[in-house]
């Protein structure tokens, strides 16, 4: 908590003190209204009292778009992000550790998640600044409106990082979701970000009845729903329209819209609990561990509870079953079918950055003595073999080369053969079995992901690569008798 204290003790030790004096600070709550309260300019320090804000319903038609250059409702083109017109710096944001001061839980599951390394996160900054060299700069913004959000919005942030304050340094923090009052649409990192709203620390959430003794608070049914995520997980090309990520999008797409259940629901799964020690107690409250599906820079970051949920994530993610025929034939080329299904995405399987998410297939057909007498899908010089069975999403530039890391080049999808959320697919692999061969064989099918792959990391970061993690998230076996051909 050190940095905390030297950044911003004040408000640190007050909110401490807040937390501490509960009892008096709620008898002196002052509920603002729609009227004069809502826009009296007050600080933490001074403040008579927090209450409730009132605030119109901020969910409304959203639409995938891109931002427009030399419009002033898109100040940091190439994103979307804006601010309502107001000039932002880095002073209007607290850092995250005076809103763990009370909500001691909650900002300990947010620490280490891939939120708070959004901007630290080394493969994410080698390949910012790859495609801004390769660029110009021309993407700079774009890429970084939703890793520091803070950065972008008070026009201090870099891809080098030099210069910026420690606030901007803390990625996708608490002063950045509950400072967003609205968006603009869905994707390119389409938020409002509007700190001291009304003149006064104002916090947006998820309940109307939310009170603290360190900054007003706002219903905001936004915050509830996938929209709100997809402020930032759908990304499209923004120059072309070529949609790059559709995360939002897969989700709205699928089943899981349709029965009501959102984002939040399986990466900030509710438990019943306290937003802060002396809250009311509730039946959901949001976990803020963000669990996704990266083990590897949660890992390489110091947050091995961060890793292994992800890992626990993936594994409970897919179905592999196995449907072999009533007998394999010796001497002959045999056909076993493999299913994989998507039984825990609400979006496509896998999904997010496309030059790096992989999900495949290792299929082994093995004998009693445990010799492998067939394989397809191991992974050779960094990458999956040719041939192999992989689930992913392949760009494309204009002469339908494949693009292997700076997304502007492209303007294609080349293929995606990832599984649609509840859908399946099924994969047939065919083999020879030796003319004189007699026993059974055991068929072996290994569901593996890695966030990015060997290669990928050695072509990025060169020396400093580390190395690639490759998650078992599911598999099946079955025993095959072999007959002799008639």
């Known amino acids: 908590m050190g940095w905390g204290l030297r950044r911003g003790h004040g408000r640190l030790i007050y909110a401490v ?80 550790e005076v809103c763990g001061g009370c909500h001691i839980e909650i900002y300990a599951q947010w620490k280490g998640s891939m939120h708070s390394k959004a901007w630290t996160d080394p493969i994410y900054r080698a390949a910012l600044n790859a495609i801004s060299k390769a660029t110009g700069g021309k993407a700079d913004k774009f890429c970084m409106g939703c890793h520091t959000p803070v950065g972008v919005v008070s026009g201090e942030a870099t891809p080098s990082g030099e210069g910026m304050s420690a606030v901007a340094d803390r990625g996708v923090q608490c002063e950045v979701c509950h400072n967003i009052s609205q968006s603009t649409g869905i994707g390119n990192g389409a938020y409002v970000l509007t700190p001291h709203l009304y003149g006064r620390p104002l916090k947006f959430g998820p309940f109307p009845d939310a009170i603290s003794p360190y900054h007003d608070t706002a219903y905001s049914r936004l915050h509830t729903q996938s929209e709100f995520c997809g402020n ?27 029965m009501g259940v959102q984002c939040q629901d399986c990466h900030m799964k509710p438990v019943r609990g306290k937003a802060t020690p002396f809250s009311k107690e509730r039946e959901r409250i949001y976990t803020h561990y963000f669990v996704g599906g990266n083990a590897l820079v949660t890992e390489m970051l110091g947050s091995e509870t961060h890793s292994k949920l992800a890992e626990d994530m993936l594994r409970s993610a897919a ?17 076993v079918r493999v299913r994989v299904t998507n039984i825990g995405a609400g979006h496509k399987l896998p999904t997010g950055f496309p030059e790096g998410r992989e999900m495949w297939l290792d299929f082994k057909v093995v004998n009693e003595r445990g010799d492998v007498l067939y394989r397809l899908g191991s992974v050779k010089n960094g990458q999956t073999e040719e041939g192999t069975q992989s689930f992913k999403v392949v760009l494309g530039d204009k002469d339908g080369n494949v693009v292997e890391l700076n997304v502007l080049e492209a303007d294609r999808i080349l293929y995606d053969t990832r599984i649609e959320p509840k859908g399946y697919k099924d994969v047939k692999y065919q083999f020879d079995l030796p003319p004189n061969f007699a026993g059974k064989v055991r068929l072996v099918a290994e569901l593996n992901y890695w966030s990015f792959s060997q290669a990928f990391l050695d072509h990025l970061m060169g020396k400093e690569a580390p190395r690639a993690r490759i998650t078992k998230m599911t598999g099946a076996q079955a025993t095959s008798s072999v007959v002799q051909a008639e």
């Open 232 to 258: 930032c997980h759908d990304v499209t090309h923004p120059f072309n329209r070529l949609p790059i990520e559709r995360t939002y999008t897969e989700w709205k797409d699928s089943p899981y819209a349709g």
């Open 17 to 96: 003190l807040a937390c501490a004096t509960i009892g008096a600070a709620l008898s002196m709550l002052v509920f603002a209204t729609a009227g004069a309260e809502t826009t009296t300019s007050h600080s933490a320090e001074n403040s008579v009292g927090f209450g409730v804000v009132p605030f119109p319903d901020n969910t409304r038609h959203l639409d995938s778009g891109i931002a427009a250059p030399h419009d002033e409702a898109f100040p940091f083109f190439p994103s979307r992000a804006s601010t309502a017109g107001r000039m932002l710096t880095p002073e209007m944001f607290d850092p995250p």
């Open 319 to 335: 179905l592999v079953e196995i449907f072999p025929p009533e007998a394999l034939v010796a001497g002959r080329v045999n056909t």
